[in-house]
């Protein structure tokens, strides 16, 4: 069973990656996650922003003024609270949030495509109940407004530590059966 979400979670990633290949000289994976951040919660103060990437506030400073140079985000001061900035996506950034989304989708799609109408339906049942498991929200459907988050900001604490299983441990393959690590945005 790990063996498997290993191997899919390795398709996942490549098809992330590749979703960013034609942005990836100007925004790298943390820095994208940023701007899916602002893109889903809007204007937002910088510590707020580092809590939800689990980052710390110096990193996502220097995140955020790596974006603000690559001109796909900006930063203005709170209409509520003079003394407060908040950062925000420019157009541009939008824009590139936009497309990388699409691509993955598009790339998503033609995989899926390839498997009997018999396993899609299995494959989306196994997924839900993954996700579920996991505390993830399902995804907005390619109609949506907003692109979904990358996850990871509201993980259950107990994704830090499998649960028992009544029947001992599972058999695993050497590297399997781990604790995955959170991915740090850094």
């Known amino acids: 069973m790990t063996r498997a979400v290993v191997t899919a979670s390795r398709v ?97 799609t033609t995989i899926i495509a390839r498997l009997a109408p018999a396993r899609r339906t299995a494959l989306v049942g196994a997924l839900t109940a993954f996700n579920e498991a996991a505390g993830e929200p399902p995804a907005p459907g390619p109609e949506a407004d907003a692109p979904h988050p990358l996850g990871w900001a509201d993980l259950p604490p107990a994704y830090d530590t499998p649960p028992p299983s009544p029947d001992g441990p599972a058999p695993t393959a050497p590297g399997d059966g781990e604790a995955p690590a959170r991915p740090t945005g850094r």
């Open 12 to 108: 996942l990633v490549a098809v992330a990656a590749n979703s960013l290949a034609e942005v990836e000289e100007r925004v790298t994976l943390a820095q994208f996650r940023m701007l899916v951040a602002l893109s889903t919660r809007g204007a937002t103060k910088l510590v707020g922003l580092a809590e939800l990437l689990r980052v710390s506030p110096p990193t996502a400073m220097r995140m955020v003024d790596r974006l603000i140079a690559s001109g796909l985000a900006d930063r203005q001061v709170n209409p509520g609270n003079r003394r407060e900035t908040l950062l925000r996506l420019t157009d541009e950034g939008r824009r590139t949030v936009e497309d990388v989304t699409a691509r993955r989708r598009r790339e998503l």
